[in-house]
C-alpha cells in the first residue's frame, strides 16, 4: 500500500492532516499540466491519462475517510476524470468504488480503526 494509501486509509482522521495538503497539492499540480487540454496527451487519450486514471478508484475512499472533497479542491482534475470515464475500455477496466470502500471498512475494523 503507498504511504498516502496507507495514511488516508489506515489511520484516524485526525492525523492525515498533512497527507490531505500533501495530496491536493499533487492533485492541484497535475491540474496546472493538464492546463485547458482534454488529456493529458491533448484531445486524444493517452499513455499518462491511463496510468493516471487507476488512481481514480480510490478517490471515493479518499473521501469517505478523510473528509476531502476533491471536486471542491479540484474541479479540472475531477472533470478530466469523468472525460475518461466515458471511455468503455477506461470505465469497463477501473476497480470498482463499492467493493474498495467495503474491503478498506473491513480492514478498518479488524485493525480497530473505524
Not at 496507507?6 to 490531505?20: D, M, R, V
Not at 495538503?21 to 486524444?44: A, H, M, P
Not at 471515493?60 to 475518461?84: D, M, N, T, V
Amino acid at each position: 500500500m503507498h504511504p498516502a494509501h496507507y495514511k488516508i486509509c489506515a489511520t484516524k482522521e485526525e492525523s492525515q492532516e498533512e497527507t490531505k495538503k500533501e495530496f491536493i497539492e499533487i492533485l492541484k499540480t497535475l491540474e496546472e499540466e493538464l492546463g485547458d487540454k482534454c488529456y493529458f496527451g491533448g484531445d486524444n487519450i493517452g499513455f499518462v491519462d491511463i496510468a493516471l486514471i487507476t488512481y481514480y478508484s480510490w478517490f471515493r475512499i479518499y473521501e469517505y475517510f478523510s473528509g476531502l472533497s476533491f471536486e471542491a479542491e479540484c474541479p479540472h482534475f475531477i472533470a478530466w476524470a469523468k472525460r475518461c470515464l466515458l471511455k468503455d475500455s477506461v470505465s469497463t477496466s477501473l476497480l470498482d468504488m463499492d467493493k474498495i470502500l467495503e474491503t478498506i471498512i473491513e480492514y478498518r475494523n479488524i485493525k480497530g480503526i473505524a
